[in-house]
């Protein structure tokens, strides 16, 4: 595969994710007391996370930069869009007006080093209400509360993110996790449909 030319802001993505790696390992570290709730969490997750703690930060970097980027571009301006990255692949979801907006946001996730791919489920259609998403926030709830309850599937390897009844699951998991993760999906009430986007 060919590899991408550094982004133009490239610099400053590299002083971030120094930044972001320096702050997760003072976290981990435990120096500062009071977020010792946030130390517990970080080291879970990335203890328990199949990515390595340099994807782990790059993911999480990226998803940072791109938002900002699609919040202060003009095309996606009243646009509503959001950019989950595991391993490399962004998942965008959220609504837009016209074609060409929605291709625009895939076009800006795309722009950085270390994307490999761009799964667009951005809708084309009138924003989500507020209600909406309340909702979308409560079945994310449900469905994290499922995974983290069953023993089979490594909650934290699998990441959930719903838009309009819609349900992502995203993820380095087993075949065996995958269909467990899905089944327990199916049982969350509200659930209209689920997309998998999990990698092996």
Do not use: W
């Not at 409560?138 to 009844?165: H, M």
Request: hydrophobic fraction near 45%.
């Amino acid at each position: 595969m060919l590899n991408k030319p550094m982004h133009k802001k490239s610099a400053m993505r590299k002083l971030t994710r120094t930044s972001l790696f320096a702050g997760i390992l003072l976290l981990l570290s435990g120096c500062i007391a009071a977020t010792i709730g946030l130390v517990t969490v970080s080291t879970i997750t990335l203890v328990q996370d199949p990515r390595t703690v340099g994807t782990f930060v790059d993911d999480n970097v990226i998803e940072a930069s791109a938002i900002k980027e699609m919040v202060t571009d003009p095309l996606l301006d009243g646009t509503h869009v959001s950019i989950t990255v595991v391993n490399g692949v962004a998942l965008l979801t959220g609504e837009v007006d016209s074609t060409e907006q929605k291709l625009r946001a895939a076009a800006i996730a795309n722009s950085f080093q270390g994307v490999t791919q761009v799964v667009n489920q951005v809708d084309q259609t009138s924003n989500s209400s507020l209600t909406s998403r309340s909702n979308d926030t409560l079945i994310t709830a449900k469905v994290k509360t499922a995974l983290i309850r069953d023993k089979l599937v490594e909650s934290n390897n699998i990441k959930v993110v719903t838009a309009r009844g819609v349900v992502y699951l995203m993820g380095i998991v087993t075949e065996e996790q995958e269909a467990q993760a899905v089944k327990l999906t199916q049982g969350v009430g509200g659930v209209e449909r689920i997309v998998k986007v999990f990698m092996r």
